[in-house]
């Protein structure tokens, strides 16, 4: 993608509908593994992470068809079992095929997924599950070889820490075992009860998706379902944030406001005025911005995926603030990209000092991941003069149309051969 040059000044209104989640749609697909026949995801994000996913299920042999904002994913015979090497290492999220593989085939053998620019992303919780489960592994070569020589049966899991990643897969592989399985410490985040919901429509019986425990009872096997994402709560709040850089009125809508409750309280905190509708939110701001400390927990905590954009917003308020980093080991790369716009961010181990400066000055600057790239579009909308942000392609790969909606809410914004 071409780089994104942004003037500052202008201030945005109006609404903007956000796209299906990204970080449940990709797990869908990979659900959509499990049944033998069609299965219909509707209000999937055209971005290319999903593409991505698409290529990844269809070297698996499934058929997959998108048409507009539906993808179709025939998974009636699957032809192989292997994630490849380019693609998982194109996309990490590609290990959420490995539940399902394990769940229908009893195997799976899918690419050490690498670190990428906020963290190590280690897979060894989705490991220890699917072992209690009755998978057996062996790395070589760079790739996980999972087998299930007696067959999937039903476990007791306690995760050491809520990963999102690792309770989908727990998930996706005790829908077809053989008994019943708890997952402790499960993640909380609304993709996950997205997920169980379309696993659910699929045949599937779980119940607590959302809460820390989650209690499956494994089925014979499952039918194809139909079913549409939930809004993406990361893209509204990345807009809501914009909004409070400018001022607003601005409107989301397409998202259900109980998945924002920490954003908006931190939104609040920070002098913003917030009303909210069954699957809206509006932003207005006419005092000034206040500094406002942060950390961020798995949910329902402030998500890490709201972190680089709350860390531009701060960068304009009144004050000093800290943002703490409790999710990722190396999220704060972007903020040697914000300091050359002018902000005033110190680094301390996984504390950001923030002190709020009058003004930001546009910059070239490079996104380093793809909420880090938003988030440096958001420092432009306020910057003096234009921001040039290259290595776009990190924000292609989950906003659908990130560009087209900030201008149509009045940014002065546009890809550079746009
Ligand atoms: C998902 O990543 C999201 N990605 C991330 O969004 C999001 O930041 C993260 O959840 C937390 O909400 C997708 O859904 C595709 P985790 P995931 O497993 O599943 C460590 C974005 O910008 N960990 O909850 O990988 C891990 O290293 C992306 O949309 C282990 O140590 O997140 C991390 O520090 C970025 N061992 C922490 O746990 C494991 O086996 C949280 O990871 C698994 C995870």
Do not use: W
Not at 55 to 65: N, T
Not at 202 to 211: D, E, K, L, P, V
Not at 392 to 404: N, P, Q
């Amino acid at each position: 993608m071409d780089p994104i040059i942004v003037r500052g000044g202008r201030s945005l209104s109006g609404e903007v509908r956000v796209a299906g989640a990204k970080n449940s749609a990709l797990k869908l697909i990979a659900a959509a593994l499990l049944a033998p026949g069609q299965t219909r995801i509707d209000n999937v994000p055209d971005i290319s992470d999903v593409a991505t996913m698409a290529e990844v299920v269809s070297g698996l042999g499934a058929e997959v068809r998108r048409q507009d904002n539906t993808i179709t994913v025939d998974a009636g015979s699957l032809v192989s079992h292997e994630a490849p090497y380019e693609l998982v290492a194109r996309m990490r999220a590609s290990i959420a095929v490995l539940g399902p593989l394990v769940g229908r085939l009893g195997r799976a053998r899918v690419a050490m997924p690498g670190g990428c620019n906020i963290g190590s992303r280690k897979v060894d919780m989705h490991i220890a599950g699917l072992e209690a489960l009755g998978v057996r592994f062996e790395f070589e070569h760079g790739y996980i070889d999972a087998t299930a020589p007696g067959g999937l049966h039903g476990a007791e899991v306690t995760l050491e820490f809520p990963s999102v990643g690792a309770t989908e897969n727990l998930l996706m592989a005790a829908v077809l075992a053989d008994g019943i399985t708890v997952i402790e410490n499960a993640a909380r985040e609304p993709e996950i009860a997205d997920l169980a919901a379309m696993l659910v429509a699929m045949g599937a019986s779980i119940s607590g998706a959302g809460t820390s425990i989650i209690t499956v009872e494994g089925v014979e096997s499952l039918k194809p379902a139909t079913h549409s994402v939930v809004g993406d709560r990361i893209e509204a709040g990345t807009f809501l944030v914009a909004a409070a850089l400018t001022g607003g009125p601005v409107t989301i809508t397409g998202v259900d406001p109980a998945h924002l409750d920490m954003v908006l309280v931190k939104l609040e905190q920070a002098g913003c005025e917030i009303t909210t509708g069954p699957d809206s939110v509006t932003l207005l701001r006419t005092g000034t911005l206040r500094a406002t400390d942060v950390q961020t927990l798995p949910y329902p905590g402030f998500p890490t995926d709201m972190q680089p954009q709350f860390m531009a917003l701060m960068a304009r308020a009144e004050g000093g603030c800290v943002i703490t980093e409790n999710v990722f080991e190396n999220r704060f790369m972007f903020a040697d990209e914000l300091v050359r716009m002018g902000a005033d961010v110190r680094i301390e181990g996984h504390h950001a000092l923030v002190k709020g400066v009058e003004t930001l000055s546009g910059a070239p600057v490079r996104c380093t991941d793809l909420r880090a790239g938003a988030a440096l579009v958001l420092a432009g909308l306020v910057a003096e003069g234009e921001t040039e942000v290259t290595d776009t392609f990190h924000i292609e790969r989950g906003y659908e149309g990130f560009v087209e909606k900030l201008a149509a809410l009045g940014a002065d914004v546009r890809t550079a051969t746009g």
